[in-house]
């Protein structure tokens, strides 16, 4: 079956726009969770749905991100006014809510200039 | 704060050898711990787990031990082989709803 998808894959922006980071979970799949991976660092934690609802925003760097989800299936992550130290990997990954293990999208490669 | 910690960026091994990852945690709350494997250009996949009541859980070549009192986990691929060069996360599931993940170790495996 089809696994988790992320679009766009690459994303070249200059500093000040906007972007919209979509993700598109596993059909069925209650969680979606979004993380950032910059240069050489591990995965960092942003947010977490369960449904459509977001218990747990607490790792949004600052008030410039934010995320939704609807109808319990695609999420976009919006980042307002970018920077350049928001260049990283964003990655999304589901799972279905019983279990441990997340399945990851491929990432979308944000380059802020 | 990093709650999850890979102190070795990278390992070398010869292949048919054993690897050995490592990982720290400072919270003994968490309820799972997980390691990931990651290709370039990819996202990371799923290894194995381990409960945070069990000491050792065993998969194929790939077992994960625990050591509550230490704090930590090892990951032990054997015997290695040139596929299993990639990059390996560890991660820690709090609360059944958020992961805290590593830095990564890079592991080669040399033919």
């Known amino acids: 079956g089809a696994g988790v998808s992320q679009s766009p894959s690459n994303k070249v922006t200059e500093k000040g726009k906007d972007v919209e980071l979509r993700c598109d979970p596993i059909s069925g799949h209650t969680a979606l969770y979004w993380y950032r991976q910059s240069l050489g660092q591990g995965l960092e934690f942003l947010i977490y749905?369960?449904?459509?609802?977001?218990?747990?925003k607490s790792g949004l760097p600052s008030d410039r991100f934010s995320a939704e989800r609807t109808g319990g299936s695609v999420s976009t992550l919006t980042i307002q006014r970018t920077q350049q130290e928001d260049s990283a990997v964003y990655l999304c990954a589901s799972s279905p809510g019983s279990g441990v293990e997340q399945f990851f999208g491929p990432g979308t490669r944000l380059t802020v200039l | 704060d990093q709650q999850v910690k890979q102190n070795s960026p990278s390992l070398s091994v010869q292949e048919g050898r054993i690897s050995i990852l490592n990982c720290d945690y400072t919270n003994s709350m968490f309820d799972y711990f997980l390691w990931y494997k990651k290709y370039p250009a990819e996202g990371p996949t799923f290894l194995i787990s381990?409960?945070?009541?069990?000491d050792k859980n065993e998969d194929g070549r790939f077992t994960v031990f625990l050591n509550k009192s230490a704090k930590h986990l090892s990951l032990h691929i054997v015997p290695s082989q040139p596929g299993d060069s990639a990059v390996y996360f560890c991660?820690?599931?709090?609360?059944?709803?958020?992961?805290?993940f590593g830095s990564g170790t890079k592991l080669n495996v040399k033919p």
């Open positions: 381990i409960s945070s009541i069990k």
């Open positions: 749905f369960q449904g459509n609802s977001a218990p747990d």
């Open positions: 991660a820690a599931l709090y609360n059944f709803n958020k992961f805290y």
